[in-house]
């Protein structure tokens, strides 16, 4: 895949009205329905201001949670919850959309650049139609929750064009989107001029320098809780890294796939012969495939368990794996010093229980003292490295966590396949 798009940079907005995709998808009480953490609408600032200052018209967009923009899908899925169908009005669905409207994020987005946000009352009604029309440079809109049209998720391309018509050029910013082929984040680019904004570029410069020609030695730390989520990464990371260290729950499969005995241990059975073929391939490609010699278990899963070391080959039956021992710690962390490139993926344990957090924090605290450039992937992992308090020693934390997955994976991404070639 071709990581050298197109930026803002390199087109001339001025005067030019810009549909800009953005990541508002933004956590929300769910009782009051304030936002609890801004941190994608700050995110999205740079890109937005940038093409405010040049003298551009913002037409802002993004979904929001997972409305359900079909009446009998809605009442369907809500019978299939429980519901009881005779309460399933019209009312009540169109309150369920309500609740995800896009009006709290314009509020906060006017507060963080200090002028006004016009809000849409739909995605390319006429309220959208006629605000978007009018807007003068300088100013900027916001379009409703994308989800709320039929052919968002489907990649309409009637959508993807009538949200065209609005604007001249198309700026993606939203990279946690970017995996998914939606109107909004890949179709409408098929109409129009379509370049990465800020974020976006960071990402594609960053894990897109990495994958493609890493500083060397690339160690990548692969860990969280299944193998199977993680396949896709482990087998691609293979064909690019000197180093892949395994930690986390998926640990316990290799350990047992290599004949140890496990415990209790998360295992999946069925991946087993995959670890073996895992660590033949390491072995033909010449690349060095560690796993962990020691484990933190527990007799249950839970914060008060009292942590017990043992060896990762001989878990006693009544115990589970937890977190990587202290001489795994210190080898993995050597390992971490030597490299050009670190990409991480995945905790090396379940640090949520601060018993069991120990390995997490170390490797992340490698991480921040090593000169290498550290790149994290995964909504775990980037949360853990922030609760760790070690977000800003890190040269790069994704914003997305499917999108930096399916990165890490070698897919190629349809929000950034879409975007003009540099
Ligand atoms: P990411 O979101 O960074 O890709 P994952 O979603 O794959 O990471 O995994 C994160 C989860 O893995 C955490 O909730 C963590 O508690 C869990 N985990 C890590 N080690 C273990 C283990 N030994 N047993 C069970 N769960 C684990
Ligand atoms: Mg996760």
């Known amino acids: 895949m071709n990581y050298n798009k197109k930026t803002v940079k390199d087109i001339d907005v001025k005067g030019k009205k810009v549909l800009l995709r953005c990541d508002f998808n933004v956590p929300q009480d769910k009782a009051t329905g304030a936002i609890t953490d801004d941190k994608r609408i700050r995110a999205a600032l740079p890109t937005i201001q940038y093409l405010l200052e040049q003298g551009a018209a913002v037409i802002a967009c993004s979904h929001l949670g997972k409305p359900e923009p079909n009446f009998e899908k809605w009442v369907k899925k809500q019978t299939e ?34 002028q006004e946000v016009i809000m849409a009352a739909d995605v390319v009604g006429s309220d959208a139609k006629a605000k978007a029309a009018a807007l003068q440079p300088g100013q900027i809109l916001l379009l409703e929750n994308t989800r709320f049209e039929k052919g968002e998720t489907k990649n309409d391309p009637e959508l993807a064009k009538a949200m065209a018509d609005l604007a001249d050029l198309y700026v993606s910013d939203a990279f946690g989107a970017v995996h998914r082929a939606h109107a909004s984040t890949a179709g409408v680019a098929a109409y129009l001029p379509a370049v990465s904004g800020f974020l976006i570029q960071k990402e594609l410069e960053i894990m897109g320098g990495a994958l493609a020609s890493p500083k060397r030695p690339l160690v990548a730390i692969l860990g969280g809780s299944k193998v199977s989520s993680k396949i896709g990464v482990i087998n691609n990371l293979l064909d690019i890294a000197d180093t892949i260290i395994i930690g986390g729950g998926m640990a316990y499969t290799f350990a047992k796939a290599q004949g140890g005995s496990v415990g209790k241990s998360l295992l999946e059975a069925d991946w087993l012969d995959y670890c073996n073929d895992m660590i033949a391939k390491a072995k033909e490609k010449g690349v060095k495939l560690l796993l962990p010699v020691d484990t933190m278990a527990a007799g249950e899963f839970s914060a008060d368990a009292e942590p017990v070391l043992c060896d990762t080959m001989a878990i006693p039956d009544d115990m589970m794996g937890m977190d990587i021992g202290p001489k795994t710690i210190q080898e993995y962390t050597q390992a971490v010093k030597g490299a050009g490139t670190v990409i991480w993926n995945g905790p090396m344990g379940v640090f949520e229980f601060p018993a069991f957090a120990e390995g997490t924090r170390a490797v992340a605290k490698a991480l921040a003292e090593t000169d290498a450039i550290t790149i994290i992937g995964g909504g775990d992992s980037a949360a853990a490295v922030a609760q760790l308090g070690y977000a800003d020693k890190m040269t790069h934390i994704s914003t997305g966590g499917g999108a930096s997955l399916e990165f890490l994976e070698g897919k190629e991404l349809p929000g950034v396949a879409c975007l003009l070639d540099a």
Do not use: C
Not at 91 to 106: N, R, Y
């Open 81 to 114: 919850k429980g519901k009881d169908p005779a309460s399933l009005t019209e009312e009540k669905w169109k309150a369920s959309l309500e609740k995800l409207s896009l009006a709290p994020v314009a509020k906060r987005l006017s507060e963080l650049l200090g």
